[in-house]
């Protein structure tokens, strides 16, 4: 399936579940596709304490790793209101940071001034992140 197919499944997959399970108000939802050809959805999980809160994605995240598939793309939808457009949120540092496990190859949805489905490497978000810092073959016993 090439990139493009991928990344509108994603969108569609995110905009049914945030309409299933907000069909009123606030609405957001994650999702990841594997190398396996696989698709992950989830949700955040409500907290009276935000501090206990994780991010929309995270859940997808974890459910990939469950099954060791490498994510190759990510993506986190959200709504303010179900009369409001979509809105695609790049991913958060801790979101990068998670992410990275699977290498600065995964393909991420992000937000930009034209609000179009838009994809890019993690590279590009993050050009100077702290691995780079130490040697290729190193970082990748650190995911053994």
């Not at 299933?20 to 606030?26: D, E, F, M, N, V």
């Not at 995240?61 to 409001?84: F, G, I, P, Q, W």
Request: hydrophobic share 35%; with cysteine.
């Amino acid at each position: 399936m090439r990139d493009y197919d991928i990344e509108k499944e994603m969108y569609r997959m995110a905009v049914e579940l945030i309409k299933k399970r907000y069909p009123l108000g606030w609405g957001g939802a994650g999702v990841i596709h594997t190398s396996a050809g696989n698709y992950y959805t989830s949700v955040s999980m409500d907290a009276a304490n935000a501090a206990a809160v994780l991010c929309i994605e995270t859940g997808a995240m974890l459910e990939a790793h469950k099954y060791n598939e490498k994510v190759t793309h990510c993506m986190c939808l959200v709504r303010e209101d179900e009369k409001s457009d979509f809105m695609v949120l790049s991913p958060c540092g801790i979101c990068q940071e998670r992410l990275r496990y699977w290498g600065e190859d995964v393909q991420v949805a992000v937000t930009n001034d034209t609000n179009e489905l838009k994809f890019v490497e993690l590279k590009e978000l993050q050009p100077y992140h702290w691995t780079k810092a130490y040697p290729a073959d190193e970082i990748e016993h650190w995911t053994d």
